[in-house]
DNA sequence: GTAAACTGTATCCATCGGACGCTGTGTAGG
DNA sequence: CCTACACAGCGTCCGATGGATACAGTTTAC
């Protein structure tokens, strides 16, 4: 059985480094990297909705079927765009405030990479092949929750969901992935519809007014404030329940 | 001023009742609620990105162009879909437990929805105009946290981090917006790929070893247990610090 | 030196969303 | 009643997308 990894083995090959370069042959002119580094581009100014293979060909003065000779399509493409756009993962053995503190360092590093990709979060969605770059930041935040008292699988969980708050209180004006137009400012629609229909919705109309319904960070820095609250509690309550709390113990 | 809705005033017309009946003509065959019916079934068992006008209108036995008499575009459509399967939003009044009885109650039912319509919550990402029903399910949500001593401000920051909870927790299986299949498991792989380089990721391969690796819901009960966590302290601190201590818990 | 391997190109295809114009139909005003 | 207008649905065309295939040019290994 020569094929270990299955359907995804020419992403999991590009990604990890496992291609053989070709012997004979003329030398080639492009390269997988060169490649994803226009099409990063692309996706940082236009969205990612502007990254086809035409174009992508034509910032490189080649037609687009070369590119079909150092990625296999664009699931491939896009693959080795998302591990070229993480760049690499954190460092945080070094930051202070414990595991709270690590993790809040985390995010404000993640933020800003997510910030310079608005269009990587939506593109991490779902099950696929990941790269080395794309799991040492995993490992990065993973690290920060060792020795806490939690489960691999809460650890896991914790993580997961933190990733989610980011990536759930990052900007979509640039992503690019939606149809809608992300120029237009919704907001004063949306308020001249609960001006109209307020009636139908007060407890939403009280919880506008009075607010500055503008220039907010999504909730972000509330959102993680709660959740890592409520993680510090779990993890005080495993410090106070056990003397030396182990992994694999099913707790109640 | 006739257009206070701006660009988006086709679509506020449509979601919100707006259009009104032609006078003459022959009669409609169609209409936007059968057409948006017909492509919520599509999006629900192929996926949003098999809705095409082609196959919506060859379902309905039409031809494409003859959808656009009723919407002026795709975008259009999908906001008919949103519309439509998010259906009636929830009465939370009669639950008991309070604001987090009323709130676990709430990702109850929009879990349900979701998993229904697994193409619904990333298709309602980003800023773009709502319906009525859409802006419901805020309001019940909304009205649940009414008196617990949150600002307005921190009710929507409230909600909004809940939704991106239950929507990054979701199964993405099904979801069709993504360009890998969805059918191939990824985890075996990911776990090959762990066992070849586990040693650069230490704290990930501790954490995923003795775990069960599988059939989670990506964590959501552990995050929304967390998120609530920390959202009762806020509100118990609130309580106490006060004017008025209403009937609380004492703050962890 | 020759053949194999490799690169880049040109052509072709199906599908997508959408614009435009046409024909038929039904109601409203005279 | 009858005609004019407004609306429904259809056919055709367009540009762009991702992708397959066949072919010409180049370089290295034997």
């Given at each position: 059985m020569e094929n270990v990894f299955g359907d995804h083995a020419d992403v999991v090959e590009l990604l990890w480094g496992l291609r053989e370069p070709p012997s004979r042959g003329p030398k080639p002119t492009l390269s997988v990297e060169r490649i994803a580094r226009v099409a990063m581009g692309i996706a940082d100014t236009d969205g990612l909705a502007a990254v086809s293979m035409q174009r992508v060909?034509?910032?490189?003065?080649?037609?687009?079927?070369?590119?079909?000779r150092y990625v296999s399509g664009k699931p491939e493409l896009l693959a080795a765009m998302i591990e070229l756009a993480a760049g690499d993962?954190?460092?945080?053995?070094?930051?202070?405030?414990?595991?709270?503190?690590?993790l809040e360092e985390f995010v404000r590093r993640l933020a800003i990479v997510w910030r310079q990709h608005?269009?990587?979060?939506?593109?991490?969605?779902?099950?696929?092949?990941?790269?080395?770059?794309?799991?040492?930041?995993?490992?990065?935040?993973?690290?920060a929750l060792a020795g806490t008292g939690l489960t691999g699988e809460e650890q896991l969980d914790a993580v997961f969901i933190l990733f989610g708050l980011i990536r759930n209180t990052q900007s979509m004006s640039t992503a690019g992935t939606q149809p809608w137009d992300a120029d237009k400012?919704?907001?004063?629609?949306?308020q001249e519809l609960l001006h109209r229909y307020g009636d139908r919705f007060p407890a939403l109309t009280a919880a506008t007014t009075g607010t500055t319904c503008s220039s907010r960070d999504n909730g972000r820095e509330f959102g993680v404030h709660r959740y890592l609250d409520g993680l510090e509690a779990l993890i005080n309550q495993r410090a106070s329940d056990g003397t030396r709390p182990e992994a694999g113990r099913k707790p109640a």
């Open positions: 060909a034509g910032e490189l003065d080649v037609t687009k079927m070369a590119l079909y993962p954190p460092d945080l053995s070094g930051v202070p405030g414990g595991w709270r503190g690590k608005p269009w990587l979060p939506w593109s991490t969605l779902g099950d696929r092949p990941m790269g080395p770059r794309e799991l040492g930041w995993i490992e990065s935040a993973i690290s400012n919704v907001k004063p629609l949306m």
